[in-house]
């Protein structure tokens, strides 16, 4: 048993020994709205009370993130080497074409953040998603940190306690660098883009990183993949200039929407004249199918037996959604097991969890999608119910409130832990919270900044 609720217990009496923290609030609210924290354009909905994990729960998310590193890994080599493998996932040729391109570096996975649902009571962990290079959330932990950490409350709970926030951007440039030193064609002064298609991309994350490269002495530029030139030779971004290492924040999936303007890119790949870091491989990673292929013979062969005790204990039970695969009138009739998502989408887009919905709604969602006819493949999967915790609600309107009309009563809402790893090793928690059943910025979501309390 941890002590993190025992913990968010102390911070809500710390803060209504200052009745509510008032000033506090308003004070972290107002930052935020003058914050780097934008995500589409809006300020991210964000929590006044941090998420509070101690030392155990350190331990079991950290074992968890890099066994499930370990495992990752191994799939990705196998598909690369093995062409019967490949035939385990049911990939458009484009995709595969991608994942095949030369890597030329060490690093099999560089980046990636795997979402969990940890029951804080008695330790258990179930995976609800991997990501790969398209991973976002640290400048929104980052912004949300300094914005309560000015607060009286924290202050006297950090008076009475260790504690740490997780450090997601210079120890990234450490390892983005190490592992471009890796790369066979490296260059003395490499000049480095960060690269998506903007509209879709976190774009103040990105500039916050390239600054933090700059500060290093490597030129560092935010760039449209879109723009990009390659004439056989060398990869220049919009400006004209060469670009020697890519750090890869487009998804793949964006790549396909945009196939014919990606070829500049995709031949500067394929030629090996830029280092794309990370590579498209890590697709197979962020494609939800995999978790049905986890539980493949073709995969267990190739795991050990703690890897395999690993997969079932913490892999959800995944299938397409059609005929095929599933009992589709099973399906229907459990609405509050299952929840139906993309294969190969992000951001929540078209995610149900049958608890959610009517059983009428749900019937018609089971029309919509089953047997590709949405047009791309949608997977079930079990219904995790998240772990629910203490916390306050966005304190959006503060602004307008007086203060005794200012809100202070604690809400349980749900929890989606996303734990970060730089080339495999635990970083950080990018912590989401919300009061309905799906976790997710359309539906009231939140996010809470993670600290770490007597780690060391």
């Known amino acids: 048993m941890s002590y993190n609720a025992d913990y968010t217990r102390e911070y809500f009496a710390i803060m209504e020994s200052l009745q509510g923290d008032v000033p506090g609030r308003r004070a972290a609210y107002e930052y935020l709205q003058g914050s780097t924290a934008i995500v589409h354009h809006q300020v991210v909905a964000a929590s006044f009370v941090p998420r509070l994990f101690d030392a155990q729960t350190y331990r ?122 890796t790369y066979e064609r490296r260059v003395e002064n490499p000049r480095i883009a960060i690269c998506d298609y903007l509209e879709n991309g976190v774009v103040d994350e990105f500039h916050i990183y390239a600054g933090l490269f700059r500060q290093r002495g490597v030129e560092c530029v935010v760039a449209d993949v879109r723009d990009l030139r390659f004439d056989g030779e060398v990869l220049r971004d919009g400006e004209g200039r060469q670009v020697d290492a890519i750090w890869r924040r487009c998804v793949t999936n964006d790549v396909i929407d945009h196939w014919d303007e990606s070829q500049q890119l995709i031949d500067a790949v394929r030629a090996a004249k830029v280092a794309l870091i990370g590579s498209f491989a890590g697709h197979i990673v962020h494609d939800k199918q995999l978790f049905s292929v986890l539980f493949d013979e073709r995969t267990t062969a190739f795991l050990d037996a703690d890897e395999i005790s690993f997969v079932e204990e913490t892999v959800p039970l995944t299938a397409f959604l059609d005929d095929d695969h599933v009992n589709l009138p099973q399906i229907r009739e459990n609405r509050c097991e299952w929840i139906i998502k993309p294969t190969d989408h992000y951001g929540a887009d078209d995610v149900y969890a049958g608890e959610s919905v009517t059983q009428e709604e749900w019937e018609r969602l089971i029309d919509r999608f089953a047997n590709g006819r949405a047009g791309h493949p949608f997977i079930v999967q079990r219904y995790i119910r998240p772990f629910k915790t203490e916390t306050l609600p966005p304190d959006t309107g503060i602004d307008a409130l007086p203060d005794d009309e200012v809100p202070f009563d604690p809400r349980p809402y749900n929890n989606l832990n996303g734990l970060y790893l730089y080339d495999g090793e635990f970083m950080g928690v990018f912590s989401r919270l919300g009061p309905q059943p799906t976790i997710s910025k359309d539906k009231q979501g939140m996010t809470a900044a993670t600290i770490w309390v007597g780690r060391g």
């Open 60 to 181: 079991i998310m950290k074992e968890t993130a890099e066994t499930a590193h370990r495992i990752l890994v191994k799939v990705i080599e196998h598909y690369l080497a093995d062409p019967a493998y490949r035939r385990a996932f049911d990939f458009d040729p484009r995709l595969e074409e991608l994942i095949l391109l030369p890597r030329g570096y060490d690093a099999v996975l560089p980046f990636a953040r795997v979402d969990t649902f940890l029951d804080e009571d008695d330790g258990r962990i179930k995976f609800c998603e991997f990501n790969a290079d398209g991973s976002s959330g640290m400048n929104e932990n980052r912004e949300i940190t300094t914005s309560v950490a000015q607060s009286k409350t924290f202050e006297e709970f950090a008076n009475r306690h260790h504690v740490e926030g997780c450090e997601l951007f210079e120890s990234w440039v450490d390892k983005f660098l190490d592992i471009y030193a």
